[in-house]
């Protein structure tokens, strides 16, 4: 197997993730492993999720550990000379926030460690976001990377 020098320096947010316009939540990467990533982002007052103070509700947690976990899927796939392939978040069974939202500019540190990979796909990471070195959200985060995802998501659809 060949594995690419990724630099995390260089390498854009858009080049690791899919998302595009309003839903990149994610502003870099700084750090990745085999197992772990470290994410960023800002929490901008003019976004979408903002409240009335500019601040992010803390459900919100949820999609920013998940855009973690896909870039870490990503960075490894890129790594090995290859592309990711679209998953889904499945869930959480419990998600633990210590605050109702993320004030309005704070610069958020995503971490995620992962804790299960299969064959067929299956995903678990443990996910925290920190703030001003004070753990504000965590939680086990599973997702799901289907071999054939267009089958998936028909299949899905006609349920």
């Not at 990149?24 to 901008?44: I, K, M, Q, W, Y």
């Not at 992962?114 to 925290?128: D, K, T």
Request: charge should be negative; proline fraction near 3%.
């Amino acid at each position: 197997m060949t594995r690419t020098m990724i630099q995390l320096s260089t390498t854009s947010i858009e080049t690791i993730l899919p998302h595009r316009g309003t839903m990149l939540l994610l502003d870099s990467v700084s750090a990745f492993n085999d197992e772990t990533l470290t994410a960023h982002a800002t929490v901008r007052s003019d976004a979408w999720y903002a409240d009335a103070a500019g601040a992010m509700p803390a459900w919100i947690g949820v999609e920013l550990m998940a855009q973690a976990i896909a870039a870490h899927v990503a960075l490894l796939a890129m790594r090995d000379g290859g592309k990711a392939r679209p998953g889904v978040l499945l869930g959480s069974r419990s998600y633990q926030a210590q605050k109702t939202s993320f004030p309005r500019d704070a610069r958020l540190s995503i971490e995620v460690k992962e804790l299960l990979r299969s064959e067929g796909g299956h995903g678990a990471y443990e996910c925290s976001i920190v703030h001003d070195d004070a753990c504000c959200a965590q939680a086990v985060v599973k997702v799901f990377q289907p071999t054939d995802f267009k089958l998936f998501i028909e299949g899905s659809v006609e349920s």
